[in-house]
């Protein structure tokens, strides 16, 4: 999908198009992860993105509304600060030393961020009776990615179990199916 700022700024619109459409009665709906709600799904979002990059590069994320409150504003501003942070080029080609090794701020925001607000886009969708559909290329490039580290993904306590889905199955279905979710 090319530049790591292009591929996050196509995926979080998806990500806030379904953020948008959440019925005021729907956030409280369940969702997955197992014991999450479909406010838990921005919240993951909003609470733990900024603690990494605080963590790990010292980068303070401009902070919105809590999500108790307004759900579409906390994702909002987290959106527009991970997006800042990419389209600076001094600030999105710094390197860091980082749990997985020394890499640029748009590398990490790309393989880490990115990455979860996309497969997070399903579990709002799917809490909410919103379109789940995820874009096709994404899909594959991500089963593609994550299928050789199966063990090591399992292993980091980020993903549950896998759920067995027909052989034929769609790309879509078996990404989601890899992470531990019921297609």
Same mark, same amino acid.
């Given at each position: ?9 196509t995926i979080a619109a998806t990500f806030?198009?379904?953020?948008? /459409?959440? !019925? !005021? ?10 014991? &999450?709600?479909? #406010?838990?799904?921005?919240?993951? @979002?909003?609470?733990? $993105?900024?603690?990494? &990059? ?7 994320? !401009?902070? +919105? ?9 906390? &994702? ?9 942070? /990419? ?13 997985? +090794? #020394? ?8 393989? $880490? ?8 886009? &399903?579990?709002?969708? #799917?809490?909410?009776? /919103?379109?789940?559909? @995820? ?16 063990e090591l993904l399992r292993s980091s +306590? ?16 078996? /990404? $989601?199916?890899? $992470?531990?979710? #019921? !297609?």
């Amino acid at each position: 999908m090319g530049h790591p700022a292009e591929r996050f700024r196509t995926i979080a619109a998806t990500f806030t198009e379904r953020v948008k /459409l959440v !019925p !005021p009665d729907a956030w409280a709906n369940p969702a997955p992860p197992e014991g &999450w709600d479909a #406010r838990d799904v921005v919240r993951h @979002l909003v609470e733990w $993105i900024p603690g990494f &990059w605080s963590s790990n590069a010292g980068i303070e994320l !401009p902070k +919105g509304p809590p999500v108790d409150d307004d759900p579409v504003g906390a &994702w909002l501003a987290l959106r527009d600060g991970l997006q800042a942070m /990419l389209d600076d080029p001094d600030v999105a080609t710094r390197e860091y030393d980082m749990r997985m +090794g #020394r890499m640029t701020v748009e590398d990490a925001v790309d393989m $880490i961020c990115t990455n979860d607000v996309f497969l997070h886009t &399903w579990d709002l969708a #799917r809490a909410t009776g /919103l379109d789940e559909t @995820l874009d096709a290329d994404e899909v594959h490039r991500m089963l593609e990615g994550m299928e050789p580290m199966d063990e090591l993904l399992r292993s980091s +306590g980020h993903y549950g179990p896998r759920v067995e889905v027909a052989a034929d199955a769609d790309e879509q279905t078996k /990404l $989601i199916a890899f $992470i531990g979710r #019921r !297609p």
